[in-house]
């Protein structure tokens, strides 16, 4: 079976430091590995995924996360937060392209000005 | 992206009725679909996994009498919650796949079933 833990249910940054998101792993098979972000009452938008080749991905809204397989984590992370970033953000693990989503808890992020 | 459309974005219905949420992928054949709950506050929990024509497959726990699930067309998955409960209220959240060569599913905007 396929888990995933976020470390933090809240993190608070300040608006232009650094946002660290945690996220390890369990997977018995290569995993594939994505990040989501969640505003409040709509859907999931895609941030970034890992598939195979490089450990170190780049999405959108200048968010990157990397791929440790010695550690097992995909912590994502953005070099300076936007007010905009104030939201909530889950790491889902897969064990196939497509296959169905297991998700971690979320980590709410609150931005201050 | 492609685009997943989910209808409604909200419902409210008394106790006993039925409500059913429509999930459709706009511009790309989805082979596969997933239904997924959401209590607030919390992370997303999937339901059942739909493919094109065939039965869903319920995740341990998900009563398949009272979340009917039908995946008739590549472009349409729909929910039933049967004889709704309070307990029923919910975030329900759909996502499609189109095809075994994607390595995502998109996701829908997500229906908030409140049960009164």
């Known amino acids: 079976a396929q888990s995933v833990t976020q470390l933090g249910s809240h993190v608070s940054v300040s608006e232009g430091a650094l946002v660290l998101l945690r996220c390890n792993y369990s997977?018995?098979?290569?995993?594939?590995l994505f990040w989501y972000v969640q505003y409040p009452n709509q859907g999931l938008q895609l941030l970034l995924k890992?598939?195979?080749?490089?450990?170190l991905v780049k999405g959108i809204n200048g968010f990157e996360a990397e791929f440790k397989k010695s550690e097992t984590s995909f912590h994502l992370t953005k070099p300076s937060a936007h007010m905009s970033d104030a939201a909530e953000y889950f790491c889902?693990?897969?064990?196939?392209?497509?296959?169905?989503?297991?998700f971690g808890g979320g980590t709410r992020v609150l931005v201050k000005p | 992206g492609a685009v997943v459309s989910q209808h409604p974005s909200w419902v409210i219905c008394k106790s006993g009725t039925s409500v059913k949420i429509e999930c459709r992928s706009l511009?790309?054949?989805?082979?596969?679909m997933f239904w997924y709950r959401q209590f607030p506050k919390q992370s997303l929990m999937l339901m059942a996994t739909?493919?094109?024509?065939?039965?869903?497959?319920?995740e341990q726990g998900v009563e398949k009498d009272k979340f009917l699930i039908n995946h008739a067309s590549l472009t349409l998955s729909t929910l039933t919650v049967t004889s709704a409960h309070p307990e029923d209220s919910s975030f329900y959240i759909c996502?499609?796949?189109?095809?075994?060569?994607?390595?995502?599913?998109?996701f829908g905007q997500g229906t908030r079933l409140t049960v009164v």
């Open positions: 996502s499609a796949r189109g095809g075994n060569w994607s390595t995502e599913a998109f």
């Open positions: 997977s018995s098979v290569p995993p594939y």
């Open positions: 890992y598939t195979t080749g490089a450990t």
């Open positions: 889902a693990v897969s064990k196939a392209a497509g296959n169905k989503l297991t």
């Open positions: 511009d790309f054949q989805a082979t596969t």
């Open positions: 739909s493919n094109e024509g065939s039965k869903a497959t319920y």
